[in-house]
């Protein structure tokens, strides 16, 4: 599980910030919302609040871009650039400075705190800590400009590599790529377990869930009470393999050249099936309705979301979802949300973060005041990332567990949001 995430000099991003999922001291509703792992208590979901261009978006992009230079670090010609340095351009003083990255999360019961500084041409700074039960946190290795020093106790799977890693890459990777148990572990854990996706561009996780539907049948009997439970207007859903479509509009010379490419190829196709009525409103068949062709753009993104979110649950993953509510009815977002929080449906206790613009989720008390985080701008135009369990009124108080969040945030009194002025 996820505990915590910083990074510092990354698009709006100037100083560093960290989104923490470590449950707070406060005796709170719902309890299913925290769970406790060994010495941790962690909570499973975190909603992002904040104006347009406050920086949300920015937040889940560093998480990406962590995990992008993890995967493909070691892909790099000794001359590449890093492609995901992107620091804050609107201070001088800046200029030039790297990114910073760090994630701490539980990995097999212990504690992993890993991290990095990167400029375009080299890796400049690297460390990878770790904690067992209540000892003191162990360093695995150490990297700065004088080189790479390793624990031969702790870390010998990285010993005779250090003078082996290109400047543009990062030792873990390569120390992944070469064998090393802890090394692969973490990698695994950026591939497989720490998956940010986008709830605006959500085709491109249509294959995904198209493949897990047809091929799982498990997965097909979870997604279709899923989809009961969020009453879209059908009650089954079949799959088929079909013969790749060319839409019929396209230009003769295209249509050919796309058909001969295709020829023999099929694609997974979802149909939605619904009761058909008489005029007494009795009951009298069923029709199936193409998904692509025949529903709702609402009921197409949770098709296309269905199978990464149903991945994540059944394997206790962390999803990261810029901008869940995209399409999407208030109440279904918080059905989503209700899947992760809940003991029942989440008992890998998988993680789910999110931004959003929904502030009904502020007042439906789905949320502990430690889950709900803010993005703001300063007058410089940097980001500043914070919890309702920051906030400290003018007169010393704090938001309280009965106060109304909704209300409190579109009056202003949390921050993170738009100032409109009228002429």
């Given at each position: ?105 539980l990995l097999d019961g212990s504690r992993i705190r890993y991290g990095f500084e990167y400029d375009s041409f080299a890796i400049r700074k690297e460390w990878l800590f770790k ?196 399409k999407m009815h208030p109440l279904i977002s918080e059905e989503l949300i209700k899947l992760f929080n809940s003991t029942v449906s989440n008992p890998k206790n998988a993680q789910l973060i999110f931004s959003t613009h929904d502030t009904h989720l502020l007042a439906s008390r789905l949320l502990r005041r430690d889950q709900i985080w ?50």
């Open positions: 599980m996820l505990i915590e995430f910083t990074v510092g000099n990354f698009r709006s991003f100037h100083k560093k910030c960290t989104l923490s999922l470590e449950a707070q001291g406060i005796n709170e509703e719902p309890k299913s919302n925290v769970v406790k792992i060994g010495n941790y208590k962690i909570v499973k979901t975190a909603a992002i609040y904040g104006a347009n261009s406050s920086g949300k978006s920015n937040l889940i992009k560093a998480m990406g871009a962590m995990s992008s230079c993890v995967l493909y670090s070691v892909k790099l010609n000794d001359k590449d650039t890093i492609k995901q340095y992107e620091p804050f351009l609107l201070s001088t003083k800046n200029e030039n400075n790297p990114t910073y990255f760090e994630v701490v999360f904690k067992d039960g209540k000892t003191n946190e162990k360093a695995l290795f150490l990297r700065n400009k004088e080189g790479i020093g390793i624990s031969i106790v702790d870390f010998i799977e990285g010993r005779g590599y250090e003078e082996k890693t290109n400047d543009n890459r990062l030792f873990l990777s390569l120390c992944a790529q070469l064998g090393g148990f802890t090394s692969k572990k973490i990698i695994e854990w950026f591939q497989t377990g720490f998956n940010v996706i986008s709830g605006i561009d959500n085709m491109i996780y249509k294959t995904f869930s198209c493949n897990m539907i047809h091929g799982n049948e498990n997965c097909r009997i979870e997604a279709i009470n899923l989809f009961k439970n969020l009453k879209l207007g059908f009650d089954s859903i079949l799959s088929s393999e079909e013969e790749r479509n060319i839409p019929s509009i396209m230009p003769k010379e295209l249509k050919d050249i796309l058909q001969k490419q295709n020829s023999g190829k099929k694609e997974i196709v979802i149909h939605t099936i619904h009761n058909r009525y008489n005029n007494k409103g009795e009951r009298s068949g069923i029709q199936a309705f193409d998904v692509n062709l025949q529903e709702s753009e609402g009921t197409k993104k949770l098709m296309d979301l269905a199978g990464p979110i149903l991945d994540t649950l059944q394997r206790g993953l962390i999803l990261i979802i810029d901008e869940l509510d995209a803010f993005t703001e701008k300063d007058y410089v135009e940097q980001t500043d990332l914070y919890s309702m369990m920051d906030i400290v009124f003018p007169d010393g108080t704090k938001p309280r567990k009965d106060s109304n969040y909704e209300k409190n945030y579109i009056n202003g009194r949390y921050g993170a949001i738009p100032f409109v002025f009228n002429d």
